[in-house]
């Protein structure tokens, strides 16, 4: 075989590996690690966060997904809205929330998508159903084996258009959560959006989880993390990863959506896992 041969055949085996790489579409685990004082040396808390499931269903009757949780041994589940959606029946959604069901304390705040089907009271109560905890401009004191974390969640902004029309994200957010200032505690907020984090960091959390902007569709590792996010358009800011500001850190899921007629690219639909870490000796 000459030189030109084996430099094509080089060629085309390594796009053919680009293009499997490009449009992969299975399930990843994405991890991170928040290393916190507010935990004891030798404490842990795992989240796992769900995003954007738009009652897709992976697998039969949602194993899939379900297994790969199951297997992550969650202290926390985080639903960050659009579990439903608008236009796929929620079958998805109730199978989903089967299986996951007893796991771990599972918390959900609303997406835009489950406001926009008009059936935003009917989708509450079956989400409640399966003793999932909706916060609502609202809070939790709670405890994770001896951790202290106060886990929040505020209503996606388009609550406004269905059910609450005098609702305004920043007043509510002051309004909920300033009391939250001098509570002990790891302070996690659970909302959907991330382009609202200038809002978020006006108050005293931790950690903010967010979704919704579905990894910015179209990426290319290590030059462009997304091309186009919904509310943000085209090359979004927060598409998908770690946002660090002084003592909070904001984690974006780029969401577990998926739509054949909007392709991923290098962008598998992920489930996020968080091990927040203790790092004060008492
Ligand atoms: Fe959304």
């Known amino acids: 075989m000459t030189r030109k041969k084996i430099l094509i055949l080089n060629c085309i085996g390594l796009l053919i590996i680009l293009l499997f790489l490009a449009f992969y579409n299975g399930l990843i685990v994405r991890k991170y690690i928040i290393n916190s004082n507010k935990l004891a040396v030798g404490e842990l808390v795992r989240i796992v966060l769900v995003t954007d499931l738009h009652s897709h269903i992976y697998g ?10 199951i297997k992550q041994h969650p202290d926390i589940i985080a639903l960050v809205g659009d579990i439903a959606d608008d236009k796929v029946p929620i079958e998805g959604t109730k199978r989903f929330l089967a299986g996951i069901k007893g796991l771990a304390p599972i918390y959900y705040v609303t997406g ?16 409640r159903k399966y003793d999932v905890t909706i916060l609502e401009n609202s809070y939790e004191q709670i405890k994770i084996k001896n951790a202290s ?27 909920t959560f300033s009391e939250l200032r001098d509570k002990p505690g790891f302070k996690i907020l659970l909302a959907h959006r991330p ?22 569709q179209v990426r290319i590792p290590f030059i462009l993390n ?57």
């Open 60 to 69: 039969n009757n949602q194993t899939k997904i379900v297994s790969l949780i």
């Open 195 to 216: 382009e609202f984090i200038e809002i978020y960091k006006e108050c005293s959390f931790d950690l903010v989880l967010s979704g919704h902007s579905h990894g910015g």
């Open 112 to 127: 835009n998508h489950e406001f926009w089907s008009n059936d935003i009271v009917n989708i509450k109560d079956i989400i």
């Open 149 to 175: 974390i106060v886990i929040s969640g505020v209503d996606d902004p388009d609550v406004v258009k269905y059910e609450k029309p005098e609702f305004d994200l920043q007043r509510e957010m002051h309004y």
């Open 226 to 282: 997304g091309l186009w996010a919904p509310n943000q358009g085209w090359f979004p800011k927060y598409t998908g990863g770690e946002y660090k500001y002084d003592s909070l850190t904001h984690i974006v899921s780029r969401g577990v959506s998926y739509n054949p007629r909007l392709p991923r690219v290098f962008n598998p639909p992920e489930v996020v896992v968080i091990d927040i870490k203790g790092s004060t000796s008492r």
